[in-house]
């Protein structure tokens, strides 16, 4: 058989050989996501109606929640599909369309995730020159560019990884057309695949972590040398926030994609990718408004105006 044998599409196993299990996610994921959309379409809102948030940190929060709005749109409806019956079959033009847009929207987020650690870094290492040097203009710049990292990862990542010949084999061990599980099911070498990706992960994945780390390296040290308490408390609060996020973000992008053809990652891939594909983006508005008076604030003033 050759790689033809894909182009009417693939049988997405997921969960299907617990059928069981399948009845208790069907409940959970859909619960899961709509508090992700309400959560992050909160956030969206709030941010934009109350002026008190017009500020460079959640102009960039806001990028996230509609990031994370996507990312999770961009498979979950699938995968409900797929667990509320027998069906497990997707197109072979929708699997393109489900890797491009994970694809992008991922390595957006791990961008932008960087970016919001400049912001804060900025406005707790100078914050006599904070709103001289985070002006709207660089805001949307770094914004674009977060946006235009992921929007090339997808470009250079998704056909070559759609082109891989099977030789028939269209059943794909996960619940969504993932990069990893995709390059399992091929039936050539795909050493100079996962090289690529290995080369990518470290400019996308490991790059921006860096940055995020020697941001906080430095605010960690400003924040030592502050004398006032409540100065601490804030910066902390604030910074925690952010911290949170990226731990669970990049904690399971680094162990997925660092070793995309692993047979342990395979196995492990499903729990981890619905982990960071679900749990993650509801968790940010969660995250985001608990440990922030501003957001608590505007969210009881919406509320007593209406």
């Not at 904070?130 to 949307?140: E, G, N, R």
């Not at 992921?150 to 998704?158: A, E, I, P, Q, T």
């Not at 010949?165 to 100079?192: S, Y």
């Amino acid at each position: 058989m050759t790689n033809q044998s894909c182009q009417e599409g693939f049988i997405l196993l997921g969960f299907s050989d617990r059928p069981k299990l399948e009845q208790i996610l069907f409940v959970f994921v859909l619960i899961f996501y709509l508090v992700t959309l309400v959560g992050n379409a909160v956030i969206i809102l709030v941010s934009h109606l109350d002026p008190s948030l017009h500020t460079p940190m959640y102009f960039f929060l806001t990028n996230l929640s509609f990031l994370d709005l996507c990312f999770t749109t961009s498979s979950i409806p699938q995968l409900l599909f797929n667990l509320g019956g027998p069906d497990k079959t997707i197109s072979y033009v929708g699997c393109a369309i489900q890797l491009f847009m994970f694809l992008g929207l991922g390595g957006t987020e791990c961008v932008l995730l960087a970016v919001m650690a400049y912001d804060r870094f900025t406005a707790i290492c100078k914050p006599l020159h904070y709103s001289v040097l985070m002006h709207p203009q660089l805001c949307w710049k770094l914004v674009s560019v977060a946006w235009g990292v992921g929007l090339l990862n997808s470009l250079v990542m998704s056909p070559v990884t759609m082109k891989l010949p099977r030789c028939g084999r269209c059943r794909v061990k996960h619940f969504l057309c993932e990069m990893p599980a995709l390059i399992k099911i091929a039936c050539v070498d795909t050493v100079a695949v996962e090289s690529t990706v290995f080369i990518l992960s470290v400019i996308i994945v490991l790059v921006p972590l860096l940055l995020i780390l020697i941001s906080y390296s430095y605010i960690a040290l400003a924040v030592l040398r502050m004398k006032s308490a409540a100065g601490r408390r804030k910066a902390f609060n604030t910074c925690g926030s952010h911290l949170t996020v990226v731990s669970l973000f990049y904690g399971n992008i680094i162990y997925m994609y660092m070793q995309p053809g692993n047979n342990s990652s395979q196995d492990q891939g499903k729990f981890l990718t619905l982990f960071y594909n679900l749990v993650t983006p509801m968790l940010n508005p969660v995250i985001y408004t608990l440990r922030n008076k501003d957001v608590k604030g505007a969210l009881r003033r919406l509320v007593s105006r209406k």
